[in-house]
């Protein structure tokens, strides 16, 4: 599945090397939607002209992450729920003091370990674990997700897995490469369509397309999960 | 909604749709349906990323807003309100009996001139057991309830309704201002 990947990843290193310098920065993002976001910006000030739905939009964003935070801490799946809420309930009421210093999902980061630890002390608990802060731009919290999951959880999960990677392999080529260059690589469109040779109109249409492929091919699963 | 504004939502995902976009998104009539693919889109991204795995209670299929707009427009289940509310009540009990006590003290002592005849049971009584609000009030035990007619015993059971509630409303904060502001003779509070 990643060889075509792997093949436009080296593919765009050539260019770059050769007086490019801006599109090797992009290569460095290992973690993209972590970084500063102008879509959490904008939805942040549409949040503070009372947009509810642009709230919503965040919360849908960053409710996984969230909770595998919180998870580090308190590990009763109901506690996780309610920190969870309360970390966005939290956030919401202090979004006028979001400077924008740092990105969003830093800041709603340290908002949750706070919301964790200060559980634990109201409870006379010592913390389980810790973070910092300057975790939350590269912390991997899928394997410690995968250690207190149930065993149905786990399974779906492979399921899910198994039926994402299909689909990925099912889409046109075209499709696939400029989808897995801005999903894994964190590319940008402009230097997707460099990579390409194409529009950036072209690239916007393709990553769509694949998205909305792959979503139609999961449908059922995404579902069954949503309903558990 | 058409593909071109799911197009647009899709370059939301990347963090490549202007403001415009955005704002012509939000402004779509079926929200819904915008939150219904959103949510698919990230959790696909999540799935990909091994973000996916998420705690039981919140998989990446949750939708945590529902609850978290039920909290921030006090529509919060009783089911779900048991960690926040022990959290929250364990933080201000105390400190909310030491204003109460620390109110009653300095609103009507300073506001009244009462004469104390140094009764620091009574007033030690009013703390509860904390012993921070006891030792604080004995410090200041040259005030006594003793001889109050109807009328100051109703004021000064306002007068506590009036305070607690504000303290509750303002978290603790400013209620001693707000002690200091509202003298028991005044009225009006």
């Not at chain 1, 995968?146 to 299909?166: F, G, M, V, W, Y």
């Not at chain 2, 009990?93 to 001139?113: D, E, K, Q, R, T």
């Amino acid at each position: 599945m990643h060889s075509i990947f792997k093949q436009a990843k080296t593919q765009a290193t050539e260019p770059a090397s050769a007086g490019k310098p801006s599109m090797t920065s992009s290569f460095d993002q290992t973690a993209p939607d972590q970084g500063d976001s102008q879509t959490d910006l904008q939805l942040v000030r549409k949040v503070r002209n009372g947009d509810r739905a642009a709230f919503d939009l965040l919360v849908l964003k960053y409710q996984s992450r969230v909770a595998s935070i919180i998870s580090r801490y308190v590990f009763d799946s109901h506690e996780v729920m309610d920190l969870t809420q309360e970390t966005f309930v939290k956030a919401f009421r202090a979004i006028d003091r979001f400077r924008g210093d740092s990105a969003f999902y830093t800041w709603l980061y340290r908002i949750a370990v706070n919301t964790a630890k200060n559980y634990l002390e109201a409870r006379s608990r010592r913390p389980q674990g810790s973070a910092d802060s300057a975790d939350a731009e590269n912390y991997d919290d899928g394997q410690r997700l995968r250690d207190i999951a149930s065993p149905e959880k786990l399974l779906q999960r492979d399921q899910l897995q198994r039926a994402l990677n299909k689909a990925i392999d099912a889409l046109p080529e075209e499709l696939r490469s400029a989808f897995l260059l801005r999903e894994y690589d964190g590319l940008s469109y402009e230097d997707i369509a460099r990579i390409l040779e194409c529009p950036i109109g072209t690239v916007r249409s393709r990553i769509f397309r694949a998205r909305d492929a792959v979503d139609r091919h999961l449908g059922p699963l995404l579902n069954h999960s949503a309903s558990n | 909604m058409d593909d071109r504004l799911r197009e647009t939502l899709s370059a939301m995902m990347d963090d490549e749709a202007d403001e415009l976009a955005v704002r012509r998104l939000l402004s779509f009539s079926d929200q819904d349906e915008v939150r219904g693919q959103w949510q698919r889109w990230q959790q696909i991204h999540d799935l990909m990323h091994g973000t996916g795995a998420a705690a039981d209670s919140v998989s990446p299929a949750t939708d945590v807003s529902a609850g978290v707009w039920q909290r921030l427009d006090g529509r919060v289940p009783a089911s779900e309100q048991h960690a926040t509310k022990a959290t929250n009540l364990q933080r201000w009990h105390w400190p909310a009996v030491a204003m109460i006590a620390m109110a009653l003290v300095v609103g009507f002592g300073a506001g009244s001139g009462w004469q104390g005849v140094g009764e620091p049971e009574l007033i030690a009584a009013q703390a509860g057991a904390e012993p921070n609000a006891t030792a604080t009030a004995a410090s200041v035990s040259e005030v006594s309830l003793q001889g109050l007619d109807d009328r100051q015993r109703q004021q000064i059971h306002r007068y506590l309704l009036e305070h607690a509630q504000h303290n509750s409303v303002g978290a603790g904060r400013g209620s001693v201002g707000y002690a200091r502001l509202v003298s028991a003779d005044a009225g009006g509070y």
